[in-house]
């Protein structure tokens, strides 16, 4: 037994899940003491390192979250979001730092998640990188000095097992552009445009989205007017960068009051 923070990551067998569990068994700086599936899934009562393809390492994966998270300091989340509102109200249950990667939200799932964040720290970004997450201070910055006459598109790409769209860092990073323009985005936003659209609403901010192959994760932000573009990018080769973040939200968190937090407030942007 050491005092390193004990974390549990859900969604364990998915194309996040298998990379933050990796990601914490390899830290100096935590422990995996958990892994949660979905009920039914075939990695249930298996011992985590063997279903991964190593030697065994005593993480049996469960599908009773209570049971996980009890154990636990801090909860690594990146699944759906009706089973993220679901884990949010256990980790305030268990007063664990819940760090929620997690995308596609409603309206309705966010205020879910605010009554816990009252018991336990929430950590919520749509991407945990940190190049991302200079991308889109950088984006608040040129919107605020650009006026509308200057079009605003954010244009994503993903991989073709993605379920939502626009990506999260998508919208963080549309918010963040209509946040410098002073703006309201859900009122300027364009996005879907198929058939004959009419010209683009001058001062809107546009989404388009590509799905395709293995594709990791990019963004640019395109700032286009009469004459001349500044196109912001960022590229995501490996997984590895948002297991990185996530892990240091859960580290961060441990001292923090309860409430709601951002990768910003965690890597003191
Ligand atoms: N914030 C960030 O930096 C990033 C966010 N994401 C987001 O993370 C989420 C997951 O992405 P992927 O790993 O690519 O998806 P995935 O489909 O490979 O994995 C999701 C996993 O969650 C599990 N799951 C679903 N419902 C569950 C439940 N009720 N209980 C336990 N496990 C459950 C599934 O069985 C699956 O293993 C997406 O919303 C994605 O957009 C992905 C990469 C980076
Ligand atoms: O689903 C993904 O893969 C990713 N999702 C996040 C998003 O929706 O922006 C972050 C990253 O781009 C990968």
Redesign the pocket.
């Known amino acids: 037994m050491t005092d390193l923070p004990g974390i549990v990551i859900t969604g364990a067998s998915g194309?996040m899940g298998q990379m933050l569990c990796a990601t914490v068994a390899a830290s100096e700086k935590a422990r995996l003491v958990g892994a949660v599936e979905r009920s039914g899934h075939p990695w249930i009562g298996r011992d985590l390192g063997e279903v991964s393809g190593g030697q065994p390492n005593g993480v049996i994966v469960t599908d009773d979250p209570l049971e996980a998270f009890s154990k636990a300091q801090a909860v690594i989340d990146f699944t759906a979001p009706s089973a993220t509102v679901e884990f949010a109200r256990i980790a305030a249950q268990a007063r664990c730092v819940h760090v929620i990667g997690t995308?596609g939200f409603e309206k309705a799932h966010l205020d879910a998640l605010e009554p816990c964040a009252r018991h336990a720290v929430i950590v919520r970004a749509?991407?945990m990188s940190l190049g991302v997450n200079l991308l889109t201070q950088l984006t608040r910055k040129v919107a605020q000095a650009l006026d509308a006459d200057w079009d605003i598109e954010v244009i994503?790409a993903?991989?073709n097992k993605?379920v939502?769209a626009p990506?999260?860092?998508?919208l963080m990073l549309g918010r963040a552009a209509a946040e410098g323009r002073g703006i309201d985005l859900e009122e300027n936003t364009e996005s879907g445009r198929d058939g004959i659209t009419g010209a683009r609403k001058h001062g809107a901010i546009g989404f388009s989205a590509i799905r395709g192959g293995d594709i990791?994760?990019e963004?640019d932000v395109l700032f286009a007017t009469a004459g001349e573009r500044i196109v912001l990018r960022h590229i995501?080769t490996d997984r590895a960068i948002?297991a990185r973040g996530a892990l240091k939200a859960a580290l961060w968190g441990q001292d923090k009051k309860p409430g709601q937090y951002d990768m910003m407030d965690v890597l003191g942007l």
């Open positions: 194309r995308t749509g991407n994503e993903h991989h993605k939502d990506s999260g860092t998508a990791v994760g963004h995501a948002f």
